[in-house]
T-cell receptor, first 111, second 116 residues
């Protein structure tokens, strides 16, 4: 089976930097996604990592270490609108197409 | 504009009634998925379909049924056998993962089902 773990809640202040961690245990790892979900809305795609290293996209960056089963999402210059749930999801080679989601990390950004 | 639509946004039903949730996409995607989301939990997969006329059970299929007669449509029926149906239901689609492993899923706006 899959075991995906991320913190339940985090808080930060506007303008700060926050790092949301995700650890996973899965066979046949085939990539890791980060999604953002505002309350009552659909998740929206943020990033995809399949190789080790850092992928940067504006204020958001995502890092992957396959050997450690570890990823993080880094949010810089936090804004109030970044208050949302951040979902980590992995794919496996044996079940192409399926995403296995963690429980999500609820981030609250304070002024 | 291409996208995924789910209707209605809010749905109320009496206990013991079956209810069908709609999901339509015009992204020309082969694969479609149904998830359930409960407070404090991540997305759990109910059913998925990689091609028309074919679908597979996800992790929590009991009490649900689906059909995939058209590429654009993947309706989900919540039957009276589902013990705790009140939840937020999300539909998603992607290109067929056998074409490209990077299978970003695009989500619809969701249907919040409340069973009274």
């Amino acid at each position: 089976g899959q075991n995906i773990d991320q913190p339940t809640e985090m808080t930060a202040t506007e303008g700060a930097i926050v790092q949301i961690n995700c650890t996973y245990q899965t066979s046949g790892f085939n990539g890791l996604f980060w999604y953002q979900q505002h309350a009552g809305e659909a998740p929206t795609f943020l990033s995809y990592n399949v190789l080790d290293g850092l992928e940067e996209k504006g204020r958001f960056s995502s890092f992957l270490s396959r050997s450690k089963g570890y990823s993080y999402l880094l949010l810089k210059e936090l804004q109030m609108k970044d208050s949302a749930s951040y979902l980590c999801a992995v794919t496996e080679g044996s079940t192409l197409g399926r995403l296995y989601f963690g429980r999500g990390t609820q981030l609250t950004v304070w002024p | 504009d291409g996208g995924i639509t789910q209707s209605p946004k809010y749905l109320f039903r009496k206990e013991g009634q079956n209810v069908t949730l709609s999901c339509e996409q015009n992204l020309n995607h082969d694969a479609m998925y149904w998830y359930r989301q409960d407070p404090g939990q991540g997305l759990r997969l109910i059913y998925y379909s990689q091609i028309v006329n074919d679908f597979q059970k996800g992790d929590i299929a009991e009490g649900y049924s689906v059909s995939r007669e058209k590429k654009e449509s993947f309706p989900l029926t919540v039957t009276s056998a589902q013990k705790n149906p009140t939840a937020f239901y999300l539909c998603a689609s992607s290109i067929r993962p056998t074409i490209r492993p990077y299978n970003e899923q695009f989500f619809g706006p969701g249907t919040r089902l409340t069973v009274l």
